[in-house]
């Protein structure tokens, strides 16, 4: 297992690598000179020597890229211009309300995708297997942001059951924390419950359709612990992994569903930072995220291999 | 004609068994790929003949019917200055399509000749296009794209750029994974063995028999962009004001949903409908190219 995941973590370090190369040269892709755009409106030759001397614009880009990669290996990822805090401790101070969101989008997405792709396997062809494709599908093809606007136009302005926008720490006030949460979880997960519908429903038809599930039945099981403890164990181990991976998913979604509620979580920050040309910020975020996906991406392969048998023999 | 002659000009073996008219039967089985197909090229025809089909100029604004509820004159309402909802809806799917089409286009540029050299030459070449590929997708799509999109500066050309470079690792991974398998059919060794150039092999033996797959993701890809183009419009990132594209229209709405509900519904709605009819064209022809279903 060890050899296993140090030989993983080794295939990941020229990934990383690359992922902090292309963050860098995000602001290659800055129109002119780089100081203008760091230093704003109110500028001044002194400020935009001192600038191009802080972020060693005068030396060639590999120094500069060198002197950003030592930095960001050290905890440094820069300061952001809005509130000049450093970037690290920024995203440190949004993570833990995304987190939040992401974790309960995820045990709505599960709560919904396993047990519909379940039905839609052990009934395929049926009227639930075909309406649960349908809504799989409607839940990848809704856009998260529309679907949140028109929650809220329902759910709030309509029948004032959940508050519309807002954010409250859980250490504050846990209910209504959970009240201000629970509908941009729900606008994240569908499309993620989606996509799992999807995973569990195609692994549970490969499961069904194997030998070891031919002899349950055979030796007069019932079909419900055929499907359960059978095929749906065996199922589950790519649904697992897969489901780690949706991340980045989990992530793209939660910029939009953020917005939409006025959460102050990590979609929030990148959104913010773009339009006050927070570029440190912007680049702190993508590499972080970039680094969160390898990161995951790990954790999968250590899942796949804790829950398949034949690897670990 | 030499027997190199022959074997450069014949055309390339169809290694999974698909022509047009195999594809075409099974298509026209599968209603509801058919569906899909119709949704799209309704939504092509509109955005075609928009300025025949709008009843209002899109950015005119009337101070006499700002915010009006859906009427005879003005069937999906009027919006926060007066402009008809369904005329900018209508001209909104231009920048919707053209976004989602040209951005797969550029993926389409960048992925396809990248993943087909690491394919087909491995070795080096492979091992560092794999990487940085590997890099690129490890970075959110959305993140990426609304990153790019900061860097290059809003407007809706920038953000089918980034969206198109967010993409193209998909289509890097997809021609890289199929060229390994097509290059070691017979048909492709025999060129080689012929003495058919690598660019002659690629052209004429290797990309036409790649091309299926490509086709599928690619009408995947569209329905993804067409969301990111409208995420970035709506996150202010996109198209720019006054023009009209779905999301910048909802970017607006958001801020009108108790005065002015219908102003948010249309645009998500037209979104929904052409991303699923995307999706499932893309299920169909998933279906109708499968090689291994014999129907």
Not at chain 1, 154 to 159: A, D, F, G, K, N
Not at chain 2, 258 to 270: D, E, F
């Given at each position: 297992m060890l050899a296993f995941m140090a030989r993983r973590l080794a295939v990941s370090i020229p990934t990383l690598v690359l992922i902090s190369l292309l963050v860098f040269s995000l602001q290659l892709l800055l129109p002119g000179d780089p100081a203008l755009a760091i230093a704003g409106d109110e500028r001044t030759p002194e400020m935009l020597a001192f600038i191009r001397e802080k972020y060693h614009l005068n030396d060639p880009i590999v120094v500069q890229y060198w002197y950003w990669l030592t930095g960001v290996l050290s905890g440094d990822m820069g300061i952001s211009i809005r509130s000049q805090m450093p970037v690290t401790e920024l995203i440190l101070t949004k993570l833990p309300v995304t987190l939040q969101l992401g974790i309960m989008a995820m045990i709505i997405a599960l709560a919904i995708g396993i047990p519909a792709g379940i039905i839609s396997a052990v009934r395929k062809g049926s009227a639930w297997d075909v309406g649960a494709n349908v809504v799989a599908l409607s839940g990848i093809s809704i856009p998260n942001f529309w679907l949140g606007i028109m929650l809220i136009?329902?759910?709030?302005?309509?029948?004032?059951?959940?508050?519309?926008?807002?954010?409250?720490?859980?250490l504050e006030d846990p209910v209504r924390n959970i009240q201000t949460m629970i509908m941009p979880a729900f606008v994240l997960g569908t499309g993620i419950a989606a996509i799992m519908m999807r995973h569990t429903r195609s692994s549970m038809l490969s499961s069904l359709q194997a030998d070891y599930v031919r002899t349950a039945r055979a030796k007069g099981l019932s079909e419900r612990i055929v499907v359960l403890r059978h095929a749906f164990r065996n199922a589950l181990i790519p649904v697992v992994t897969l489901g780690t991976l949706q991340l980045g998913e989990l992530l793209s979604g939660a910029v939009l569903t953020e917005q939409i509620f006025t959460i102050p979580g990590f979609g929030k920050l990148i959104v913010d930072a773009v339009f006050n040309r927070d570029y440190a910020v912007v680049q702190g975020v993508v590499l972080f995220t970039g680094t969160a996906f390898i990161l995951m991406n790990l954790l999968a392969d250590m899942l796949y291999f804790l829950l398949n048998p034949r690897l670990r023999a | 004609m030499s027997i190199s002659n022959a074997a450069a000009t014949a055309p390339a073996p169809a290694r999974t068994g698909w022509s047009q008219s195999r594809v075409w039967r099974r298509l026209r089985r599968n209603p509801t790929a058919l569906a899909g197909g119709v949704i799209v090229l309704l939504f092509i025809a509109i955005a075609i003949a928009a300025p025949l089909l709008a009843p209002y100029e899109p950015n005119v604004s009337s101070w006499l019917t700002v915010r009006k509820p859906p009427t005879a004159a003005h069937w999906m309402g009027t919006d926060d200055v007066g402009r008809d909802v369904m005329s900018r809806l209508i001209h909104g799917s231009r920048a919707s399509l053209s976004a989602g089409i040209i951005s797969v286009a550029i993926a389409l540029l960048i992925g396809v000749p990248l993943g087909v050299l690491a394919g087909y030459y491995g070795g080096w070449l492979d091992a560092v296009i794999s990487r940085v590929t590997e890099a690129v997708l490890a970075c959110p799509f959305l993140i990426l794209a609304i990153a790019l999109a900061a860097f290059l500066g809003p407007s809706l050309t920038n953000a089918m750029i980034a969206i198109g470079i967010s993409a193209a690792p998909i289509f890097v991974r997809l021609a890289r994974g199929q060229v390994l398998s097509v290059k070691t059919e017979d048909y492709v060794q025999g060129a080689r063995a012929v003495g058919c150039s690598d660019f002659r092999i690629i052209r004429r033996y290797i990309l036409p028999n790649i091309f299926p797959p490509l086709l599928v993701q690619s009408t995947l890809t569209i329905a993804t962009a067409i969301i990111a183009e409208a995420s970035l419009s709506f996150l202010g990132l996109g198209q720019q004001p006054p023009d009209p594209s779905w999301g910048s229209m909802l970017n607006t709405a958001k801020n009108f949903i108790?005065?002015?509900?219908?102003?948010?519904?249309?645009?998500?709605?037209?979104i929904f409908v052409v991303v699923f009819g995307f999706n499932i064209l893309g299920d169909g022809l998933r279906d109708a190219l499968d090689p291994r279903d014999s129907r």
């Open positions: 136009m329902l759910v709030s302005v309509q029948w004032g059951l959940l508050p519309a926008s807002g954010y409250t720490s859980p | 108790t005065q002015a509900p219908w102003m948010a519904i249309w645009p998500g709605v037209a």
